[in-house]
């Protein structure tokens, strides 16, 4: 050793240590204190907030699914059932590999990438782990049976069963009926989470949503613990039992709703049918409809923009959303509010030389036989005549002499301009034009013109097909407002009125009695050429009860001046709509209806059998004579 | 050699062996044994807990435990002397096979730890380096002068990072961090001022902003989430928010055995191994924590007594760093179940279930009453 020897002062080395071991002892003793302080602080200070997370992690609220009120018809048909549905499911934890996972499940049974990214979106939207989250909905059996199967070489996926709404009659009832959709974000914002907690779907359109509450049910609990795999631990903690949805039995009557639709064919429009006495609606059909059953579960994008984007709507639904002009349908009310108000008597006629002028005005308004030689007119015309033979003439003049203040105010009476409809949420009110209402939105003065187009229904003038189908049941009762409406039991609450009418008062019998004299004759005067009522020869001639109708006829584009309608010359989608409404049997009557043709030409020729069937089939078989009579005096009860 | 260091005892011919009690017959520390066994007896029933109450695994821990024991005795019987002319080899080792690791270590989770030898046995070499870090300081300390010179401490800062930095690229912080402090320990209880001691530790701080750039994903991970756990909570966040819940849950007397949900309805990760205190946290409450941190305050407590009573420097160092080095332990697995230090692997002492870190406490055991029964007392 190069270095001397130097011996150690163990004594004062000793000593150093000494002080070093305590002051160390000293900063162990300080990092236990940080301990106990810390458990202390997460045991006693936190320990409140830590025992309800705890208990939260432990205790699973497990909601119970209420199974959603059924739907049916007025003979108990069913419209609307719940059937258990097959979804696949996977739980992330248990999967090795999710998109290997979804690669096999997508060879096995077809999985579209826009399914994967709203399966990605409810991923990430998961509470807690463990939690199973919804890939593909409705399988068929032979995807069921390939998922089962395959099952055991996919960790983590899973067949569900889970009850949904479904549809039997498909397209039939779809516009009557409406559906449910799947619950998206929009909803989520709107509605009560606890109470949608044990469903995915919500009443969307017609009926399902405008009873959404009472179809709904009670969600039920259950409280149980769980691992953190979401495995039930023993029995429930405790239990509250869901409360089923209440039933409906509608109106509706499956086999007319059939025959409005067998009648309408494929052509494009629709049929609302009223029962005057209830108001209860017996069919409401518009044409082409859909298969709500696509929307149940949600519809892939592409079959949703083919029926968005068809030229020929099926998503809308004509017959309380769609405003046509009435055309000559309204001739019947504009001669009752003449009658009233004493500007029109039953013996008063005009010569009707096929056209009518206004005073200081060159515009011509032409009646619908006027020829560019002159010819045509209907002659000497009365009010009687005016109605069946619809002749226009006779309507410019008396909408003319009334004014505008009249007609709007007589008109109002039955429910035109204003959505009565109480259960029918997507309906709208038409339009009855008023000086007011043109001031308002056009800011312009009323002209005498504007009357003379309301007096045959064209101009400014709007209904729905159930507006139209609504008043008619009023001139069916001679007065007694019935209010449209599609419920006829189920429900114990009286229904909230959107708008109440008053019945039709201070109109005198022998009023009535014209009137409705009047569109007998429609259908049924036979007294030869230019003398028949207007639909006597495409309805008239066998048939096999007393009918009150009238024809409509509502313009797509307008015709100019001096020219003759040309049929031929017009596509197909500029051709006039067809109306055609009626009301049976004459002295007592049980059903109102409204049939509109889009594109359909004349109402009398195109619309009237249409409506011929629908009464037929109603009014000469038996079994539903019985049955509506039933349903009457369920309605009274 | 054994010659020399005899003769360069001060008190060397007037000493004799201690054999005022039947222990020291058996080279043991009575008192040390009792808290070890009342610890472990504990540790075992939380365990026995922890795996829904089975046998099996308790059975087989307490055969560890056993294992663990007899190398404790065995360990105890060998003199210090012993442990200060093997030491430096010993270290040159424990390097050589942490070397060998790089190149041939078996790679579990990620991190390369284990040196595997076919058919015979798997060990981690990092392991050995907990007890031989403290000792070679201890060794290298032993003749010096204390309180160290400058060129003592560079050599000494040498044979510190030399295993940490082969540990830490394994990677395993945890052990590296801890491996690094009980060599510091060393050399705080070798005296060194307390300028150096606060230059270290501010050039640790200011440094460790860059230190971030040379972690590892998941290690990044693991310091976000500890800052905040809600960061991740279905992922990294997971295991503190749930210890943490089973921990406050507790209360003051807690659940009950066995009746804590957290950990037996498997919310809580890791609940046999890492996080076992928690278990013990949501059953035994607040009380049951105190308890246990009762006993490792004594053991820590006996350990330092030990040290003082040392005649050496080598003993000295050695009981002492083992001592402090052991309640790091207790310190850092608690304050990382509880959420006041980052998430590292490191088990419970004497409590986690596992071998290997059991069978090194104990070696650590077994060399401390080695110094302590070895002792030469002046008349």
Redesign the interface.
């Known amino acids: 050793m190069a270095e001397p020897l130097v011996l150690k002062d163990h004594s004062g080395e000793s000593q150093v240590y000494f002080e070093r071991i305590v002051q160390g002892f000293g900063f162990l003793l300080l990092l236990t204190l940080l301990l106990v302080a810390r458990m202390f602080y997460l045991q006693i200070v936190q320990h409140d907030v830590y025992s309800t997370l705890s208990d939260q992690n432990r205790i699973q609220v497990q909601s119970l699914s209420p199974v959603r009120g059924l739907i049916y018809d007025r003979n108990g048909e069913l419209i609307a059932d719940n059937i258990p549905s097959q979804r696949v499911t996977i739980t992330k934890e248990l999967v090795d590999d999710l998109d290997e996972t979804i690669t096999a499940l997508d060879k096995l049974i077809g999985i579209s990438p826009s399914q994967i990214e709203s399966f990605k979106r409810r991923l990430a939207r998961r509470q807690r782990p463990y939690e199973s989250v919804p890939i593909l909905f409705r399988l068929t059996e032979e995807e069921n049976a390939k998922v089962s199967v395959n099952k055991n070489a996919m960790p983590g996926v899973e067949v569900e069963a889970k009850l949904v709404r479904h549809y039997p009659m498909a397209e039939l009832m779809a516009h009557a009926v409406g559906s449910v959709r799947r619950i998206n974000e929009d909803d989520a914002k709107r509605i009560n989470a606890i109470d949608y907690s044990g469903t995915d779907h919500i009443g969307k359109i017609g009926i399902e949503k405008y009873y959404e509450n009472e179809l709904l049910g009670k969600v039920g609990y259950r409280r149980v613990e769980t691992d953190a795999r979401g495995q039930i631990m023993g029995a429930p903690l405790d239990q509250t039992d869901p409360v089923p949805g209440n039933d409906l039995v509608l109106h509706v009557d499956t086999g007319l709703q059939q025959a409005a639709s067998d009648a309408l064919g494929d052509r494009r429009g629709t049929v609302v049918a009223i029962d005057p006495r209830s108001g209860g609606i017996l069919a409401l059909v518009s044409k082409p409809s859909y298969d709500p059953n696509l929307f149940v579960t949600g519809i892939d994008f592409k079959t949703y923009a083919s029926l968005r984007d068809s030229i020929d709507v099926p998503l809308f639904n004509r017959a309380t959303q769609s405003q046509y002009q009435p055309g000559s349908t309204i001739k019947p009310f504009i001669g009752l509010t003449g009658l009233v108000t004493g500007m029109a008597k039953a013996d008063f006629a005009i010569e009707d030389p096929g056209w009518f002028k206004l005073p200081n005005n060159q515009r011509l308004y032409r009646d619908w036989n006027w020829k560019k030689t002159g010819s045509g007119g209907h002659g000497l015309v009365n009010l009687d005549k005016a109605i069946y033979r619809s002749c226009n003439v006779y309507f410019y003049q008396l909408a003319t002499k009334l004014g505008v203040d009249r007609i709007h105010e007589h008109l109002t009476l039955f429910g035109f301009g204003i959505n009565t409809a109480i259960d029918l949420p997507e309906a709208r009110s038409g339009l009855l034009p008023s000086r007011e209402w043109k001031l308002g939105t056009r800011n312009e003065p009323w002209y005498p013109g504007d009357t003379v187009n309301i007096g045959i229904g064209q101009g400014d003038i709007l209904v729905t097909p159930l507006q139209l189908a609504s008043a008619v049941a009023i001139l069916a009762n001679r007065g007694r407002v019935v209010v449209p409406r599609m419920l006829l039991a189920g429900v114990e609450p009286a229904l909230p009125y959107r708008q109440r009418l008053a019945d039709v008062e201070l109109v005198p019998d022998h009023v009535w009695d014209l009137i409705i004299g009047a569109m007998e004759k429609v259908v049924h005067r036979n007294e030869g050429y230019g003398e028949n009522g207007t639909a006597w020869a495409y309805i008239g001639r066998d048939i096999k009860y007393r009918m009150a109708g009238k024809s409509g006829t509502a313009q797509v584009v307008g015709i100019a001046q001096g020219e003759e309608y040309d049929e031929e010359l017009l596509n197909e989608r500029q051709k006039e709509h067809a109306w055609f409404v009626a009301f049976a049997p004459v002295d007592d009557p049980v059903i109102a209806l409204a049939v509109l043709l889009e594109n359909g030409g004349g109402g009398s020729r195109f619309a009237s059998p249409i409506a011929r069937d629908v009464l037929d089939y109603y009014l000469l078989n038996e079994r539903y004579r019985v049955a509506a009579n039933q349903a009457v005096r369920t309605f009274n009860e | 050699m054994s010659e020399d260091f005899v003769r360069?005892l001060?008190d060397a011919g007037f000493a004799y062996r201690v054999r005022d009690s039947g222990s020291s017959v058996f080279h043991l520390d009575v008192q040390m044994i009792l808290l070890l066994v009342a610890i472990a007896s504990y540790g075992l029933l939380i365990l026995y807990s922890a795996v829904g109450q089975e046998s099996a695994p308790v059975t087989a821990q307490s055969a560890k435990i056993g294992i663990a024991f007899v190398i404790m005795v065995a360990m105890a019987q060998i003199s210090p002397i012993f442990y200060l002319r093997i030491a430096p080899w010993v270290f040159l080792i424990g390097v050589i096979m942490l070397v060998l690791v790089m190149f041939f270590g078996t790679t579990v989770n990620g991190s390369q730890r284990w040196l595997r030898i076919p058919a015979i046995f798997s060990f981690q070499p990092s392991e050995i380096m907990k007890l031989m870090v403290p000792m070679i300081l201890a060794w290298y300390f032993h003749?010096r002068?204390?309180?160290p010179r400058m060129k003592h401490l560079f050599w000494a800062a040498v044979m510190i990072a030399v295993p940490v930095l082969l540990i830490a690229r394994q990677p395993d912080l945890g052990t590296a961090l801890i491996i690094g402090a009980s060599g510091l320990?060393v050399l705080?209880?070798?005296?060194i001022s307390w300028r150096y001691m606060v230059t270290v530790i501010g050039a640790a701080v200011v440094s460790s902003p860059a230190l971030w750039f040379v972690l590892r994903d998941y290690q990044q991970g693991r310091i976000l989430t500890f800052l905040n756990p809600e960061r991740d909570p279905?992922g990294d966040g997971?295991n503190i928010i749930?210890s943490?819940?089973?921990?406050?849950?507790?209360?003051?007397f807690g659940k009950g055995l066995g009746e804590g949900?957290?950990s037996?309805?498997?919310?809580l990760p890791e609940s046999q191994t890492d996080f076992i205190i928690a278990v013990l946290?949501e059953e035994l409450?607040?009380v049951g924590?105190?308890g246990l941190?009762i006993l490792?305050?004594l053991i820590?407590?006996r350990g330092?007594m030990i040290?003082?009573q040392a005649q050496d420097?080598f003993g000295?160092?050695l009981a002492?760093s083992i001592t402090?080095t052991f309640?790091i332990y207790v310190?850092i697995n608690?304050?990382m179940v509880?959420?006041?230090v980052p998430v590292v692997g490191v088990p419970l002492p004497l409590v986690s279930y596992g071998g290997t870190s059991i069978i090194t406490l104990f070696a650590g055991f077994g060399i401390i009453m080695s110094i302590y029964s070895h002792r030469r007392i002046t008349l």
């Not at chain 2, 037996?264 to 919310?267: G, I, N």
Request: hydrophobic letters at 50%; aromatic letters at 12%; charged letters at 10%.
């Open positions: 360069r001060p003749d002068h204390l309180p320990l705080f209880l070798a005296g279905l997971w749930q943490k819940t089973a921990i406050g849950s507790g209360g003051l949900t957290q037996h309805l498997e919310f946290a409450g607040l924590v105190m941190l490792y305050l820590a407590g330092v040290s003082i420097t000295r160092l002492g402090f309640f310190f608690i304050g509880s959420g006041i």
